[in-house]
């Protein structure tokens, strides 16, 4: 194994100067000292005109090319392999120049092709300026235009559409620059590349970004068709209350609780809405159980005439009472009604109706079971009492119904109003914005 490695080792050097570029042919019989000589000469005079390669040796013995100096690369020694092969009466090439390692030597390339590149860029800087002039010449015009009101406003359906029409317009007046100056530079070349590496940092960034993307693109398309209104009652996936504003990023709500309620955009564009404002009447429901034994035809039926007789409910859409279910010790009834509720508050008008029907069936004789585990510590006492309700009158002759104006909503309403006008230039809800 030793033996191997040392025999490799002893290879190296002649398999790095080994060419593959040896001439082919005929080898001569004679032995000709003169074209020797003349093949020295023109190999020679052909390295002078040539960089690279002034500390190159050229002997010829026989045919036989024999190279030794030194280069700057392992390229460069190559190419002299080519070139000599070429010379006519070249029988073998032993090219044995090797690649030198002094600093200097190595450095001084480097150091002309520095200033040359600097002689060219101080040649070119006349052109350079004035490509730089044209491109921010064509810049400031386009800002000129991004900054005046009309008549982007008037073409875009609110205040941040428009500034996507301003932002849209600095890219194309920036890229409109930038082509006219490559075009004077000569490099229209590089805009391709240019436009590819924009391409790939634009769609990593893309990656990198895409729920921020997504809540953009969603702020844009409800605020073009708007789903809800400044002071718009809505749910959306649980969450209920007042539209305060709709932002550029999120969806801001007042909860009847008196809490703000932040939801990103793109969570309300793929939510279901649910706008309890857009039409006036709202239907309330309610459920009360009676005692299996009641006679249900006179129940729905008394029940049905108190909620009519309530002013708050309207009289169309009709109130309507049904059986709902039918459990071990009670029957559910089912009853709904219609308020108008821009002046009826919905939740005081429910309350109203369920403490009414009540106060009718007590006074009709109509039971409403117990609960299960009520304990009644007098059964004479609890019959007296009753009666006493049974005696005291009719439904129609019932407490008077009590006050279900919505107050409330409109004191939240007075709020979000006082809260827009805080913060009146970050709001994409306009008034002639297209509804769903």
């Given at each position: 194994m030793r033996?191997?490695?040392?025999?490799?080792?002893?290879?190296?050097?002649?398999l790095l100067t080994a060419q593959v570029d040896q001439p082919t042919g005929t080898i001569e019989i004679e032995d000709n000292a003169l074209q020797d000589a003349a093949i020295a000469n023109r190999i020679r005079d052909i390295l002078s005109e040539l960089?690279?390669?002034?500390?190159?040796?050229v002997t010829v013995n026989s045919g036989i090319v024999t190279l030794r100096g030194h280069t700057l690369d392992s390229d460069t020694a190559r190419r002299l392999s080519?070139?000599?092969?070429?010379?006519?009466?070249?029988?073998?090439?032993?090219?044995?120049?090797?690649?030198?390692?002094?600093?200097?030597?190595?450095?001084?390339?480097?150091?002309?092709?520095?200033?040359?590149?600097l002689k060219q860029a101080i040649a070119f800087l006349p052109l350079l300026t004035i490509a730089i002039a044209a491109f921010g010449l064509v810049v400031l015009i386009g800002l000129l235009l991004a900054r005046?009101?009309?008549?982007w406003n008037r073409l875009a359906p609110n205040a941040f559409i428009a500034d996507i029409y301003r932002q849209v317009l600095r890219l194309v007046f920036i890229v409109a620059g930038i082509v006219i100056a490559l075009d004077i530079l000569g490099a229209t070349a590089l805009l391709s590349t240019i436009l590819g590496a924009a391409g790939i940092v634009g769609l990593a960034i893309g990656f990198a970004v895409r729920d921020t993307v997504e809540n953009f693109i969603a702020s844009i398309l409800l605020s073009i068709r708007q789903p809800f209104r400044p002071n718009d009652t809505i749910e959306i996936e649980g969450d209920t209350g007042k539209v305060i504003r709709l932002t550029s990023r999120a969806t801001i709500l007042l909860s009847f609780d008196g809490n703000h309620i932040r939801i990103p955009n793109a969570t309300v564009f793929k939510s279901r809405i649910v706008n309890f404002t857009r039409n006036d009447e709202r239907r309330f429901l309610f459920e009360l159980g009676v005692a299996p034994d009641t006679d249900l035809a006179m129940a729905r039926q008394i029940a049905l005439d108190t909620i009519q007789a309530l002013p708050f409910v309207l009289e169309s859409p009709a109130a309507s009472v049904w059986i709902e279910a039918v459990g071990d010790s009670t029957v559910t009834l089912q009853m709904a009604a219609w308020v108008a509720q821009h002046e009826t508050s919905i939740v005081l008008a429910r309350g109203e109706a369920i403490r009414g029907t009540m106060r009718a069936f007590e006074v009709a004789g109509i039971s409403i079971p117990e609960p299960g585990m009520r304990v009644l510590l007098s059964t004479d006492e609890h019959e007296s009492h009753v009666d006493k309700k049974r005696q005291g009158g009719s439904a129609s002759t019932g407490d008077a119904p009590q006050d279900v104006a919505a107050t409330a909503d409109s004191e939240l309403e007075q709020i979000v109003a006082e809260e827009r006008l805080t913060q009146q230039g970050d709001d994409l809800l306009t008034p002639g914005a297209l509804e769903e």
């Amino acid at each position: 194994m030793r033996i191997l490695i040392f025999c490799l080792i002893c290879l190296i050097p002649s398999l790095l100067t080994a060419q593959v570029d040896q001439p082919t042919g005929t080898i001569e019989i004679e032995d000709n000292a003169l074209q020797d000589a003349a093949i020295a000469n023109r190999i020679r005079d052909i390295l002078s005109e040539l960089d690279g390669f002034e500390d190159i040796t050229v002997t010829v013995n026989s045919g036989i090319v024999t190279l030794r100096g030194h280069t700057l690369d392992s390229d460069t020694a190559r190419r002299l392999s080519a070139l000599t092969s070429r010379i006519e009466g070249v029988v073998a090439i032993e090219n044995e120049v090797t690649e030198t390692t002094d600093v200097v030597e190595r450095l001084n390339p480097a150091i002309l092709r520095f200033e040359e590149r600097l002689k060219q860029a101080i040649a070119f800087l006349p052109l350079l300026t004035i490509a730089i002039a044209a491109f921010g010449l064509v810049v400031l015009i386009g800002l000129l235009l991004a900054r005046l009101q009309q008549p982007w406003n008037r073409l875009a359906p609110n205040a941040f559409i428009a500034d996507i029409y301003r932002q849209v317009l600095r890219l194309v007046f920036i890229v409109a620059g930038i082509v006219i100056a490559l075009d004077i530079l000569g490099a229209t070349a590089l805009l391709s590349t240019i436009l590819g590496a924009a391409g790939i940092v634009g769609l990593a960034i893309g990656f990198a970004v895409r729920d921020t993307v997504e809540n953009f693109i969603a702020s844009i398309l409800l605020s073009i068709r708007q789903p809800f209104r400044p002071n718009d009652t809505i749910e959306i996936e649980g969450d209920t209350g007042k539209v305060i504003r709709l932002t550029s990023r999120a969806t801001i709500l007042l909860s009847f609780d008196g809490n703000h309620i932040r939801i990103p955009n793109a969570t309300v564009f793929k939510s279901r809405i649910v706008n309890f404002t857009r039409n006036d009447e709202r239907r309330f429901l309610f459920e009360l159980g009676v005692a299996p034994d009641t006679d249900l035809a006179m129940a729905r039926q008394i029940a049905l005439d108190t909620i009519q007789a309530l002013p708050f409910v309207l009289e169309s859409p009709a109130a309507s009472v049904w059986i709902e279910a039918v459990g071990d010790s009670t029957v559910t009834l089912q009853m709904a009604a219609w308020v108008a509720q821009h002046e009826t508050s919905i939740v005081l008008a429910r309350g109203e109706a369920i403490r009414g029907t009540m106060r009718a069936f007590e006074v009709a004789g109509i039971s409403i079971p117990e609960p299960g585990m009520r304990v009644l510590l007098s059964t004479d006492e609890h019959e007296s009492h009753v009666d006493k309700k049974r005696q005291g009158g009719s439904a129609s002759t019932g407490d008077a119904p009590q006050d279900v104006a919505a107050t409330a909503d409109s004191e939240l309403e007075q709020i979000v109003a006082e809260e827009r006008l805080t913060q009146q230039g970050d709001d994409l809800l306009t008034p002639g914005a297209l509804e769903e």
